[in-house]
């Protein structure tokens, strides 16, 4: 397709944390012709509602950042609606995309399609070669059958429809709030507190030993662009930095950070989830896009983000 900077892109879940940075990176690019609806405009779960939306705004390109999305406890806590409500979603805005002749569609998934025991570092040809993760197998199936979903749409149309793989997420407007967030934001949050409240310990999920790999967002929204403005002749390509460490090792950098000098304490009751998901991301780097900010970087812009919007980020009710 011929992209110009009037193309008009609709971005879905442009007010989250990784549509919000889509939407900046793209109008720092010079693209002037973004459109967004929040969830009370539009409720990507209806169908009549997305398909007259498509009708009548005829977008050229879709991106996909629309979800219910959260960390191991809500994806655990609530199966029906990680599952149900991503399909929905996914699906809509697909199908809609198709019918009014999209011609570039991106879908953003998550490493945890993948299967949990998996080699590492995690593939893309290893895509349903084994059982998932227990915890969040509901949001894993619906995002597989999202990258299905466009993967036909390529075979057997022809259409640009691409699906990017990102690895875990963090940076400015993520969910902070305790019960549905992810770890490193979590982390913040609980080491921040702890100090302000004169150091004390700080309780933890887990047993502190499966690992984890960290995006910063600025970063995904970057490779999202790349993927607008090159054509790609695949349909599943990994998004991360292809370095992992330890929850533990986390949660002292992220200590060190914040300037918390407590006592750390693991709640063996809650679940540790997939003992390691590790991106291998040759094939993006091949295809001409490499991650630039590190993570102790991109923790420390995060947690000056935190800082100075701790009365506005939003806490997410599930
Ligand atoms: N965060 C991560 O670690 C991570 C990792 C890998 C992949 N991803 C993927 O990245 C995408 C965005 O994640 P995120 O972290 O940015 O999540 P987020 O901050 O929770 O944003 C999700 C967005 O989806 C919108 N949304 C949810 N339900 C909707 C509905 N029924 N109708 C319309 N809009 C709806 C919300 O709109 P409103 O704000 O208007 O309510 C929100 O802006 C998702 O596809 C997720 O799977 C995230
Ligand atoms: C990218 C996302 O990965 C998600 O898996 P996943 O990394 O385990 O999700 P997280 O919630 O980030 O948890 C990662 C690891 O951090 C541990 N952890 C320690 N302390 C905390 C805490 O205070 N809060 C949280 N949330 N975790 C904590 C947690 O037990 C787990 O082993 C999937 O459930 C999502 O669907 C999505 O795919």
Known sequence: MNLNDKSKIYIAGHRG?????????????????????????LDLRDQEAVTSFFSEHKPDVVIDAAARVGGILANNTYPYQFLMENMQIQNNLIDSSFRTDVQKFIFLGSSCIYPKLAPQPLKEEHLLTGPLEPTNEWYAVAKITGVKACESIRKQ???????????????????FDLNTSHVLPAMIRKFHLA???????????GSGTPMREFLYVEDLADAVVFALENEFHDNLYNVGTGVDLTIKELAELIQKTVGHSGEILWDSSK???????????????????????????????TYQWFLENQESFKEVKI
Request: hydrophobic share 35%.
């Open 17 to 41: 944390m990784v549509g919000s940075a889509i939407w900046r990176a793209l109008e720092a690019k010079g693209y002037s012709n973004l459109i967004g609806q929040t969830s009370s405009e």
């Open 195 to 205: 100090k302000e409240g004169g150091n004390v310990p700080v309780e933890l999920w």
């Open 271 to 301: 679940p540790d989830g997939t003992p390691r998901k590790l991106m291998d991301v040759s094939k993006m780097e091949n295809a001409g896009w490499k991650a630039k900010v590190g993570l102790e970087e991109g923790i420390k812009k």
């Open 157 to 175: 149309y022809g259409r640009d429809y691409i699906s990017l793989m990102p690895t875990n997420l963090y940076g400015p407007f993520d969910n």
